[in-house]
């Protein structure tokens, strides 16, 4: 099981996104557990997970966020702009995967 996280101001805007990827993964057969958090959770919702992503609005966050995150072994990175703003599930995953190397 690919486990995913997604941190974003307040969590709530990247359910549509999460329900994108979801559906992406069950039509390529891909088990994962993918959920959504606003970033002031960050620090508790990283441990044990594959791979945690960013929503372009945190962006400013990530060099502060990726000591906590490499300290964990989590890869982590920023959501591409353009994928976010389409609500792209199926690129997210792609770059979630090639992220966590699974």
């Known amino acids: ?51 945690a992503l960013l929503g372009p609005q945190v962006a400013y966050m990530k060099a502060q966020l990726a000591k906590v995150a490499q300290a964990e072994g989590v890869p982590m990175d920023v959501v591409p702009m353009h994928d976010y703003g389409i609500c792209n599930g199926e690129g997210v995953l792609k770059f979630a995967r090639r992220l966590a190397k699974k």
């Open 1 to 51: 099981m690919l486990r995913i996280r997604l941190f974003c101001n307040q969590g709530m805007s990247t359910s549509l996104l999460v329900n994108k990827m979801r559906e992406a993964a069950v039509s390529q057969g891909i088990d994962v557990d993918i959920v959504a958090y606003p970033v002031s959770e960050f620090d508790q919702r990283i441990k044990g997970v594959d791979v």
